[in-house]
């Protein structure tokens, strides 16, 4: 499979010219599958990228064809209730997350595949072998709370439904019709395919211990706050 992964935390992107110039890379992919859908802007945004807390992006000869975000959010607090990724979101979404109490929650964010390596056109199913790293640092963070939309127009998209729960149905989101999906490491499952599973899994294996060390950080966090 000639493919390879990398995985960027956000405090690394500043700190290697290699780091920022892979970042960089991947706002480029994610323009240029994506602004043709949002047209509303003069100049294409780069701030919703920036601000995540981890990078995945995935490579073939050198070039990203695959990128997805995640950050974590805490929506108790005002300063998160007043970030624009809950302030662009539908009521019907934020009036969810209170109700069922999902209020610290990771996201995924931007997920995009280049239009070159797509289902049907390359060797393995790029937008499936993503999901399999999502897999795996949900588990490793310990993530109870996920969510992410699924795009309903797209066919690919819907495929990810498979790994969790549909929270909420048939809302406009960035332009796009979607549902919401809602996952908890104690039960994503892996990706249908065994042999792309397996190989992702071996191209992860390097980022694994930085993964869990947020999972590490985060809960010496909430055991200061009982503490305090």
Known sequence: MNISMNIILKDEIMNSSVNSFSINEAFKLYMDVWKNIFTEYEVFPSDSLLRQDIHILLYHEMKPIGYCAMSKYDYTLLAYRHHSFFTNMPNEVLETLTQLELQKTWSVELLTVHPNFRQGHFEIDVYEGLKQVLMNIIRDLQAEHVIAP??????????GRVHGEIIIQNIIYKSLFCDFLHMNYKTVPDIEDEKLAKAINSLY???????????????????AKKIS
């Open 150 to 159: 699924i795009v309903k127009t797209n066919q690919a998209s819907l495929k």
């Open 205 to 223: 294996q390097p980022f694994k211990e930085k993964i869990k060390s947020l999972s590490d950080k985060e809960k010496i966090y909430e055991q």
